[in-house]
């Protein structure tokens, strides 16, 4: 099922093109994103199955450090490529794949994945938990579950640019603003 198809990448990593494999050890796997949000849009995942963040309890605490390890290497890696890229790196709170994944995504959001609102607004609103938080929540014993209807809602609210107080009507007025953004900020690099 579509919903298990991170599931290969962590199973047989040797499996990939380096164009989709990134980086893989014993544990981890860093691969491009299928349908990039931006100029930079990786997925770093645990190698054994765990089904998101709700199945992390306080032990899991070193696997979630090692996946921010992990995302950390690959921000400098592309840094050292192109310096004007940002990035977060962070988890979706209610994923459409089952697989446990961290997204590292530069703050440009020009990529050819980028077609509907919903795209958009779940890298830009509270839809996106910074992996810094969720560590601090995993720490503290906090709940990592997050409820459908809310964070659903921030989905469907209006388009806001993440950088500026414009308030695009439509997703290709929105690309067309993100893109001049993105040529000012120097961060096209295809
Ligand atoms: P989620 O919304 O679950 O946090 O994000 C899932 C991500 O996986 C999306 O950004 C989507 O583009 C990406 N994706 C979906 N299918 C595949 C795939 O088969 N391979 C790769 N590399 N990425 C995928």
């Known amino acids: ?66 996946l921010i390890n992990c995302g950390g290497s690959t921000v400098d890696k592309m840094k050292a490529e192109n310096p004007h890229l940002e990035f977060r790196m ?19 959001f020009v990529g050819i994945g980028l077609k509907r609102k ?23 014993g906090k709940s990592l579950q997050y409820d459908k209807r809310e964070y659903d809602h921030f989905l469907k609210g209006p388009l806001r640019c993440h950088l500026c107080s414009e308030a695009p009507a439509t997703m290709p007025a929105l690309k067309a603003h993100l893109d001049k953004h993105a040529r000012k900020m120097r961060v096209i690099i295809c």
């Open 90 to 108: 962070g988890f979706h709170a209610i994923p459409s794949m089952r697989q446990l994944h961290m997204h590292v995504i530069s703050q440009d």
């Open 118 to 140: 919903e795209h958009y607004n779940s890298f830009t609103t509270r839809f996106f938990n910074d992996a810094s938080e969720v560590l601090a929540r995993l720490r503290a």
């Open 1 to 66: 099922a579509w919903i298990d198809m991170l599931m290969p990448y962590c199973e047989h990593p040797e499996q990939f093109t380096s164009d989709q494999m990134v980086w893989y050890d014993e544990a981890m796997v860093v691969v491009r994103d299928k349908f990039p949000k931006a100029q930079a849009h990786f997925l770093v995942m645990p190698r054994r199955p765990i089904d998101g963040l709700t199945s992390l309890t306080q032990k899991d605490v070193p696997t979630l450090e090692a």
